[in-house]
């Protein structure tokens, strides 16, 4: 399995972006898809997860109300659409794939590339 994230890139504070993660195979069920950012200096931290499944959804306390998790089945996509981006939200964003409803790292088997978000003051 593969992951393909994109969509970052440099903004102001205030902006939004949106985030795709697309798979190289078909997400399965019972897959739980998440992202997670890493700033320079700091270890990898969860931002949201989601069941492929079904709706179920779980936030960061510091993205919750501005970031939005959602997929598509038909695309094998996993998005991320962050409103009310702040300087503090810089880092680069990572998707991933485990079985498990955690937001531990460790638990994730799979994982995209990286995309690069920069948001200025």
């Known amino acids: 399995v593969q992951l393909q994230a994109s969509g970052g890139g440099l903004v102001q504070a205030g902006d939004s972006l949106r985030l795709s993660c697309a798979a190289s195979n078909r997400i399965y069920s019972s897959a739980v898809m998440a992202w997670f950012r890493q700033a320079p200096g700091k270890e990898r931290e969860f931002v949201a997860l989601?069941?492929?499944?079904?709706?179920?959804?779980l936030y960061a306390g510091s993205v919750k109300g501005r970031f939005t998790i959602s997929r598509d089945s038909a695309k094998n996509t996993v998005y991320l659409q962050m409103n009310s981006l702040k300087p503090e939200d810089t880092a680069v964003y990572y998707c991933?794939?485990?079985?498990?409803?955690?937001?531990?790292?460790?638990?994730?088997?799979?994982w995209g590339q990286g995309t690069q978000v920069t948001v200025s003051s």
């Open positions: 991933a794939r485990g079985t498990q409803w955690t937001t531990q790292t460790n638990e994730y088997t799979y």
């Open positions: 989601t069941r492929w499944s079904r709706d179920s959804t």
